[in-house]
């Protein structure tokens, strides 16, 4: 961004030769599309500190721009709008300082600075992964990469719901239906295997109610009476006490599932750092609460339990800990968050989560910020909307969600009948073809996800994801290879990566070289707002605007001005770069071929 910076210094100087006023920074953005320039120097905000018509001002700073600054080689003034022409040469020193940098638009890893940790994924292991956790697992891994692009150190977590009346009802089905099935008797993966038996055990309990219910019972009381959930939450208090037998079966059944959850993940190309496991965290918290309750924090009510008065700050009271002294999912969350920050060198906490629980943590970080722990400041929920088909929502009880292994064969065979009926993938032999269908029906299904904003909800449709054109992943990836055609055809010089000066640009090369200014800032922000989408579509742009660029010069291979064909070359070399960079943010794999 050296180019903005010579220039608002610049303005600043002629502002206060003109004026005599110091200024402390110029607004500059891009120049309106209805009007000619590239560049316009906002003149309103100047006015707290210069007396006149905006129009003149601008004039005035305009004229002595052009007279003084060789980037400058026109203006025009628009009422308080000073919109400026840059000179070719003003671009082809700013491409050639883009050009210059290996790992342009990322910082480098501070690491005396404290880390961050994002929790995403966290699932039970009742069951597999889904469609949901999807959207959960590449919006918090790619919050990660982005924030890990800013310079921070970042730790990717998830705990996992490994205890529970739901655990204890697939434990509980297999025990009555399963007859001794394991993953390798049944050829299944330990998470579908389990996710069955909890579809089952739904499928008996309902069968249970209904029964009570034509007795007479009334359906309140058939659900609390019915002989499985009995079982179950018998289940649930041997395993709280220690009994040797249904631990040794949550130990196995879980394992299952966390075989299964691996082999997702690996398919899914995300991995963590660390692990917390809620059989270890849930009673953790408690003396949080003791210490809280000691310097008045929180409060016993007559029943013994213990509360927080939020009214004050607009939400309400909140129990911590009940009368009997068993902790509340709060109560884990409290502590197993102070727990995080003892293990791990980091000053914030992303916590990626559906925004059915966002005044839970709205409640959680006041509480946190209350008890005073510093780090409390720095805590996000990273909120996002449902996602369903276009055939509606699912169900996990009744059988009826998506696995995410499906949705990724599913993913992988609409890839390769769109590629195939395109004509596209010529002259590569199977095996590559099946590498590159994985890669496509991966990268619209995470692009897919990734360019809506997070807090929208959406609905999912496989096919639309993998269209070759519009905003999708695979126009994406599609622009990656064709650009890696161009260059292999053109014996493109890697070695040489700098523009000549005084080239004859056009307006459609020094569009692209705009776009390309913009990255930095766009990781920026899409850090500073945790939000995926403003890369995904970032890199939407800039690959219209490549195509544009590419549709309205010359064949570049053909171009007879060498100095011109290797800037242009460059220009397609950097904006593959920039492509295949935003791309490993949001965890896409872009191809060489395609």
């Known amino acids: 961004m050296r180019l903005l910076e010579n220039l608002e210094k610049k303005t ?3 502002v206060k030769s003109i004026f005599h006023v110091d ?19 906002m003149v309103f905000p100047m006015l707290r500190h210069i007396k006149g018509n905006p129009a003149v001002i601008g004039q005035q700073i ?201 082999t997702t993940y690996r398919d899914l190309g995300v991995h963590f750092d660390s692990l917390y496991y809620e059989s270890d965290t849930y009673l953790l918290g408690k003396d949080v609460i003791a210490h809280g309750l000691n310097t008045g924090v929180f409060f016993k009510k007559d029943d013994g339990s213990v509360w927080i008065d939020l009214t004050d700050d607009g939400l309400d009271e909140k129990i911590v800990l009940r009368a009997d002294g068993t902790a509340v999912y709060m109560t884990q969350d409290i502590g197993t968050a102070v727990q995080r920050v003892r293990d791990h060198d980091i000053d914030s906490m992303v916590y990626t989560v559906g925004n ?28 996002y909307g449902m996602i369903d088909l276009p055939s509606g929502k699912m169900k996990s009880r009744e059988g009826t969600v998506v696995d995410a292994d499906d949705i990724i064969q599913e993913m992988t065979d609409t890839a390769r009948d769109i590629a195939q009926e395109q004509g596209k993938l010529e002259g590569l032999n199977m095996e590559q073809k099946e590498e590159l269908y994985q890669m496509i029906g991966l990268g619209a299904l995470k692009y897919f996800m990734l360019k809506i904003d997070p807090k929208k909800s959406m609905v999912f449709d496989p096919k639309e994801s993998v269209d070759f054109q519009g905003n999708t992943g695979p126009f994406i990836q599609y622009a990656h290879a064709r650009i890696q055609s161009i260059l292999t055809k053109a014996g493109f010089d890697k070695t040489q990566l700098e523009a000549q000066e005084d080239l004859p640009l056009i307006d459609k090369d020094i569009a692209v070289i705009k776009l390309l200014q913009q990255y930095p800032e766009t990781i920026a922000s899409a850090a500073r707002n945790y939000s995926p989408a403003l890369v995904a579509n970032y890199l939407f742009e800039l690959v219209k605007e490549f195509n544009s660029f590419y549709q309205n010069v010359p064949k570049i291979v053909e171009e007879s001005n060498a100095d011109l064909k290797h800037f242009r070359l460059l220009l397609c070399f950097k904006t593959a770069k920039v492509i295949k960079s935003g791309c490993d943010l949001l965890g896409i794999q872009v191809p060489d071929q395609m």
């Open 12 to 14: 600043i100087e002629i």
């Open 23 to 41: 200024l402390q920074s110029v607004d500059i953005s891009l120049t309106r599309k209805d009007q000619t320039g590239d560049y316009t120097i």
């Open 62 to 262: 305009g004229d002595e721009l052009l007279k003084q600054s060789d980037l400058v080689a026109g203006v025009e003034v628009i009422k308080g709008f000073l919109n400026l022409k840059l000179s070719s040469n003003a671009f082809l020193t700013e491409f050639n300082s883009i050009l210059s940098k290996e790992n342009f638009g990322k910082t480098s890893v501070n690491t005396d600075l404290p880390g961050a940790m994002v929790e995403f994924s966290s699932p039970n292991t009742n069951k597999p992964l889904h469609l949901g956790h999807i959207r959960n697992i590449v919006l918090g891994y790619s919050t990660a990469l982005i924030l890990e692009a800013t310079g921070k150190e970042v730790t990717k977590t998830q705990i996992i719901n490994d205890r529970g009346i739901h655990i204890c009802k697939s434990m509980l089905a297999w025990i009555k239906y399963g007859e001794g099935a394991t993953p390798e008797s049944t050829g299944l993966k330990g998470d579908k295997l389990v996710g069955n038996y909890y579809v089952k055990f739904d499928q008996e309990y309902k069968k249970e109610i209904i029964a009570l219910i034509q007795e007479g019972i009334p359906e309140e009381d058939a659900k609390k009476k019915a002989p499985s959930i009995i079982e179950a939450q018998e289940m649930l208090r041997k395993w709280e006490q220690g009994d040797e037998e249904t631990v040794r079966l949550w130990k196995m059944m879980n394992g299952w599932v966390y075989a299964g959850f691996d």
């Open 356 to 383: 059915e629980q966002d005044y839970h943590f709205k409640v959680l970080f006041l509480i946190l910020q209350k008890l005073g722990y510093e780090w409390a400041e720095n805590l996000y929920h990273l909120s």
